[in-house]
């Protein structure tokens, strides 16, 4: 006979079992439920002096040096979106200060060649086919935010002093400094010498890893003669080893823009990394607000989508009473190193109810009803059934301070013996349901399944909705996986692709790439080991090349080819380069007719990336629009556009150039030297839009 036993009976007969201890959350429009517990946390396990980090929004009369006189400092700053660090003692000073309008605690993180080039149409780029040029992202700099980095290692940096591509890095776990210029944490290695002395970046939590090195050498590798390139080859390189939290990764950010600045170079910044527990996963929160602020700043961010697509780690359902029900079984896995979390997200200002039980082939342990309606707690408790316990903790959220939906986050610790059996109910609205790995940090980006168990009665789950933080946001790039097409097989989605779409109704991923059995650079320095697929002896080391797969490695494959396409127009947006890649997406009989039915796949985006579209599509948009009043010196003013029988180029330089006329396709129809103006008769060519370069500058000519 299968017994339940109830919380409050266990709490009352057993002595041993602690009392549950229960918190009433602030009703606090500054900070969201799930930091008021991190920091309670936070203030119960540490020192007064200890630090802690916040994302904060803050008004435009936010002033940080009288913060920082506080004793409260700041850091990156996207927009109304900065850093904060500060001892816990001082945190009644952000409650009291009223230009921070709102803040949350910095969750902590956790990471997610030659046929992808085939796949992709990179190698015709390269190669100039069909184009003014050759592009290979010269100009353009890359940022990976990442772990586990080999400064030495030859596929990026064995070009010497005058011509490296690894500009620099920072390592934020490395204690000794300097710090970069307007931080005051961690190392910054700015010459060739230091990163060579310094060999790689310091073991954290993920130990010395490789996954930064193996992202780069798709992102920009230079591969082993003209074997395993990368997408981008010669574009510049900016490394950071961020701490395990979102405001450590938005410092570098920060950083890695003011580095662009000062070279004055265009920034894309790869995030192979991904979570589903940071906060609302619907693009409202200050992470992806800092990440669209930056995007409007003009730095381009492509972010892997996730690796849950083989997992129904999602389930859902919409209320019309309150007799409905949704029951399903979280099942626990191995590979959960703590436990399990259940995120349960509702929709705004409707409330929902959650129960949930213990479960084993014999009995069940039941927690009673929470309700989302009568407001924000938090509970640290266990469920007991005789010799064996249930440890969890449990936040209710009536509402969000981002996004106005209810919430609960379930922490249960790890227990191999028992299933999370769960119960939600509403009155009327959909109600979505997560369940999670809960990793040692306190990190979550691995998917367990919902199942019917042995009932008939349960729903089992599904791999919709599974595009996290920070993929979820709406500016960025999020970038699914499929398998590289090669002579015989390939092309089909990777099994493991997260689907979309975003709860609150966004499409997304919005492209995809290759990213199964992905070959790049190995870290020499790296605990890990792959199968080396080939190893190269350089500088007296045998250096590695291995496969990896995920959308970690989709994701520096688009990050390679938006470099491309900032070295054919500097001046395109992000949104215009998301835009452009969008548009010219390949489709196939594996992405299915996207384009022609002007529709876009939870699975696929738009389709699979192709960089030889992209770059056509860009040069079909260059504009002669200049954005300050050295504009004679940068652009090509071409009038009257569009043009019938001649057309006059205005170079606005004294010294002679040549200008030359392409067709869409890169065919030169017309070329002729040219000292600040001439005038060109093209009343004999076909009409079309036509590509007029001279230099590096480009402009687009309609006859």
Known sequence: MRKVVLLAVILLAIPAISMAQKVQLANNSKCDAISQVKLYQEQQAKSANEQIRLIAKVSDRYDAQ???SQGIITGAKAGDIVTLRLPISKLHLVDNCPEILQYSVSHPVFPTMNRTRIDTRTDSVYQGLGLPQAYTGEGVIIGITDWGFDYRHPNYNNNGVSNRRLLQAWDQFKLKGP???????GTVFTTRTELMQAKGDTAGLYNYATHGTHVAGIAAGRGIDGEYMGQAPYANLLFASFYLDLASWMDAVQWMKNVSEQEGKRLVVNNSWGMYTLGPIDGTSLLSQAINNWSDSGIV?????????????????TFTSPTDTLRSRAD?????????NITIWGEPGKSFKLSFAMVNAQDSVCFRWVNTANGSFYLDSALVNGNDNLSFRITVEQANI?????HILLNVDKNTNYHIDIAITAEDGTVHAWNLASLDNGAGNMGGQFTQGNSLNYTKGDNRYGIGEPACADKCIAVAAHNAQGRISGGTLADFSSNGPVID????PEISAPGVNVVSSISYYSDEYYPPTVTYTYASRNYTWAKMSGTSMSCPAVTGIVALMLQADSTLTPQEIKQYLCSSARNDEFTGPLHARDSISDSWGWGKVDAM?????VLAHVDITEADNSWYEKSLQVYPNPASDRVTIFTGRQTPETVTVYTATGSVVMSKQVTMEATLNISALPHGVYIVKCGARTARLVH
């Open 402 to 406: 981002h996004n106005n939906r209810p």
């Open 301 to 317: 961010f492509v972010v892997s989508g996730g690796n849950c697509g083989d997992e129904n780690m999602h389930v859902a359902k």
């Open 332 to 340: 626990y896995y191995g590979y959960h190193e703590n436990g399990q």
């Open 179 to 185: 710090a970069p210029e307007g931080f005051d944490y």
């Open 505 to 508: 109704g966004r499409h997304k």
């Open 66 to 68: 009288a913060m920082k």
């Open 613 to 617: 579209a992209a770059i056509n599509e």
